[in-house]
């Protein structure tokens, strides 16, 4: 009789344990979020920090949808079979509500393609190829930070009113780095038809050989260069082209130099007066910023990055939009995210209903060496709205939609 009743009751504690399980994941929301940790952790490891800064808000005002909110993140390894792999574990094990992230941009359009065919709402939160929301854009993939062509086309006019002929090239010889100097010969073409472009270096990402890539810049004698390395490629470059004088008297805009993850790793090497995108958080005075900077300060005792921003952001637009869909469910988030608004550390964002790409923006300026460290002087902030294509030429861009 004994062992009949202890059958009954393990048998009755087995159902019940089935009939929880469902209910206790249902109490929670799940953010599947994809990066190359490994590969890029200058950036990332802030934008983690920027992500956790965002989750404990949300679950610190009762979370969503009555729900907390639990991060699940996986490291792409910067390979794009990789991060596809680490999506589907995500979706069918983890069961995962919504995918945001990655970093590279050859692995966000795998990611992109992966919710296009999977019909599962992806943010990526940092790639900047302009294809993510025009040529292999879709409707279950947005973008929070500015794109490659945003970017550039913020610089444009200040390479214009330097009125120089002859310009150099260098860029990673891979998807972001190709884009943005097709489009940096595009639009300074277009209002400087005069200007030439003397010769080009593309070495592959994280592999630059800069000391044969600053003597053939120097031997083309231009009168001014348009850089787009970062990381550690931008760091041999500066200090082989500091060394070989290929920068005095010459001006350089330089997408990224600005950013504290580039930036102030170069320290004493910082090179002055060119002009650059980034983050001088240092001097940013708005209210949504000073309140971000002292919640990021006082939960991890540093300074924030751009990619605490990025990470930050993202989440917070996962977050508004979930609020708006009032559900996770894939086609209501999509409805939701057409012209959303979202606060970020940089003002309003909101997320375009013609290409799905957000309108945050980003700051323009020049590098200063400041007692041995890099910072950027005489900046302003570029609102991603003006420096976007009309709705028209989106149209032609998504035509494959």
Do not use: C
Not at 133 to 141: C, E, F, P, S
Not at 163 to 186: D, H, I
Not at 258 to 269: R, S, T, V
């Amino acid at each position: 009789m004994t062992m009949r009743r202890n059958l009954m009751r393990a048998t009755a504690a087995a159902a019940l344990a089935i009939t929880l399980a469902p209910v206790h994941a249902q109490d929670v929301i799940k953010i599947g979020e994809i990066n190359s940790y490994k590969a890029q952790p200058a950036f990332l490891e802030p934008y983690k920090k920027g992500m956790e800064l965002a989750i404990d808000e949300i679950n610190a005002a009762g979370g969503l949808l009555g729900k907390k909110v639990q991060l699940v993140i996986r490291d792409d390894n910067a390979n794009p079979g990789d991060a596809v792999r680490v999506a589907e574990e995500l979706v069918s094990r983890e069961k995962v509500d919504v995918l945001t992230g990655s970093f590279l941009s050859h692995i966000g359009l795998a990611l992109t393609d992966f919710a296009k065919q999977k019909k599962f709402f992806f943010l990526a939160s940092e790639p900047l190829t302009d294809k993510i929301v025009w040529q292999n854009g879709n409707r279950y993939t947005y973008r929070l930070r500015a794109s490659t062509y945003m970017q550039v086309a913020m610089m444009v006019p200040d390479a214009v009113a330097l009125k120089k002929k002859r310009w150099a090239l260098v860029y990673p010889n891979y998807e972001y780095g190709q884009s943005a100097v097709a489009t940096f010969k595009q639009l300074l073409k277009a209002a400087q038809p005069d200007v030439e472009f003397v010769v080009e270096q593309a070495p592959p990402l994280g592999k630059v050989d800069a000391g044969s890539v600053v003597q053939a810049l120097a031997d083309a004698k231009p009168d001014a260069i348009f850089n787009v390395l970062f990381g550690a490629d931008l760091s041999k470059f500066v200090r082989e082209g500091n060394t070989r004088g290929l920068f005095k008297d010459r001006e350089v805009v330089s997408l990224l130099t600005g950013e504290p993850e580039y930036l102030d790793p170069l320290k004493d090497e910082a090179p002055n007066g060119w002009i650059v995108t980034g983050y001088p958080w240092y001097g940013i005075q708005t209210p949504e910023h000073k309140a971000f900077q002292t919640a990021y300060q006082g939960k991890f005792n540093d300074y924030p990055r751009l990619g605490s921003v990025v990470g930050y952001s993202a989440i917070k637009s996962l977050a508004e939009g979930i609020k708006k869909a009032g559900s996770t469910d894939t086609e209501k988030l999509v409805v939701a995210f057409k012209g959303l608004q979202v606060m970020t550390p940089f003002g309003r964002a909101t997320y375009r209903a013609e290409d799905n790409q957000s309108t945050m923006g980003s700051y323009v300026g020049r590098t200063k060496n400041e007692g041995g460290k890099g910072v950027m002087v005489d900046y302003r902030y570029v609102d991603g709205a003006k420096v976007q294509p009309s709705n028209e030429e989106v149209k032609k861009l998504r035509a494959a939609e």
